[in-house]
């Protein structure tokens, strides 16, 4: 059934249990076996369902929200609109449909997309017809030399992360080996991780067996945004479901399979991996590199102040009463805090120059 489960297997015979982050990075983007290269995961038909698949209003919404930053920032002649992992397009697509309002941003504008899925760039570049558009590998293919407005959904909730239990007064990393049957199994490494950093926060302190999860690759992100918003100007909005508390603690390691949680030791390469984004670790990061971090506010928050209820009637004044019927539930399913109101966050980072971004407030900005 997977067809990564053997050559996974091996590697741990050869070499030991492995982490978890590098099993979800093989698992994940494998680049003949793993799950994102290979498919689709979005819709009905797939895996899970995002934002920008429930309802339109997200990406025009999101789309306002950058020209109304643009505007802020003093309209310059050029921007780089980026996105990372666009999946199917269609947050760009309707982003871009609602920034018509401003010709001049389209003007300004050119798109540059982030994707490793040479199958989801083909959905992308469908969703984008006629546009000229630049995919690339990783961030840091992107130009350097104009400000960045810059969105990411459900993104970092797909970067490694790594886990941590405490065990007779440090740290051991969470590892993935596997057992006489061959299946594979959690395990503990034999010695402990030393972390000055999050010693000095108290994380010490916690309870024998208490889970911790980091997550360096999106810090790493976070670190890499940072610079190029302090450099270039503009700003990056990231939402995703996480939390804001002081330290990751619990298992939030997961699978999705066909609309349904699944063992995520099952069958690597064949279901989504995900683990909750820890916002305060993602901000600090972002803030020691020298850019301003707003939040990150409830979804449902963000999006009722970029006016999702008054789009909403609008759209509704001109719609059928089957487009009523969906248009209604869909942004129920964004701003419901029992739906994705609650769960999903957003957070802003700016450039230290840049005035508050739309949907945030200057109490929602953050100190180291
Ligand atoms: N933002 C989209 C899709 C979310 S799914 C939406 O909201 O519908 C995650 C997306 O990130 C997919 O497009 C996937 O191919 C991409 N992706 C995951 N890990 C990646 C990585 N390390 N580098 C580049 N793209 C990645």
């Not at 399979?257 to 683990?275: C, Q, T």
């Amino acid at each position: 059934m997977s067809e990564l489960a053997a050559p996974l297997r091996r590697l741990i015979r050869e070499h030991g249990p492995i982490s978890v982050a590098r099993f979800m990075a093989l698992a994940l983007a494998h680049p003949t076996k793993g799950y994102y290269p290979r498919r689709d995961p979005l819709g009905a038909a797939g895996d899970f369902v995002t934002a920008p698949e429930v309802s339109q209003l997200f990406g025009e919404l999101i789309g306002l929200a950058l020209v109304q930053h643009w505007l802020d920032i003093g309209r310059p002649p050029r921007v780089l609109l980026a996105e990372l992992g666009p999946g199917r397009g269609t947050l760009m697509a309707d982003a871009l449909r609602a920034a018509r309002v401003v010709p001049d941003f389209l003007a300004a504008a050119s798109i540059h997309l982030v994707e490793t899925s040479p199958r989801l760039r083909e959905r992308q570049a469908a969703a984008l017809p006629g546009l000229p558009v630049h995919w690339h590998d990783e961030l840091a293919g992107i130009p350097e030399d104009a400000p960045l407005l810059l969105v990411a959904n459900e993104f970092l909730d797909a970067l490694p992360i790594r886990q941590f239990v405490r065990h007779g007064g440090g740290w051991r990393e969470r590892l993935i080996g596997i057992d006489e049957a061959s299946a594979f199994r959690f395990t503990l490494a034999p010695r402990t991780t030393p972390f000055p950093e999050i010693a000095a926060e108290g994380a010490d302190s916690l309870p024998e067996g208490t889970l911790l999860e980091l997550g360096p690759a999106r810090e790493a992100l976070a670190e890499a945004l940072a610079g190029r918003l302090a450099a270039q100007g503009g700003m990056a909005l990231l939402i995703d479901y996480g939390s804001d508390a002081p330290f990751m603690i619990g298992d939030t390691f997961q699978a999705v399979r066909r609309h349904l949680k699944v063992d995520p030791l099952e069958a690597p390469g064949e279901a989504d991996l995900s683990a909750h984004v820890d916002f305060r670790a993602v901000a600090r990061r972002a803030v020691a590199a020298g850019a301003v971090a707003y939040g990150p506010v409830s979804q449902g928050d963000f999006l009722r102040r970029l006016g999702i209820e008054l789009r909403l009637q609008r759209l509704l004044e001109r719609a059928t009463p089957e487009q009523r019927t969906a248009l209604a539930s869909g942004c129920a399913r964004l701003i419901d805090p029992l739906q994705m109101g609650e769960l999903f966050k957003a957070l802003a980072l700016t450039s230290p120059a840049a005035p508050v971004p739309p949907g945030f407030t200057l109490q929602e900005k953050r100190q180291l």
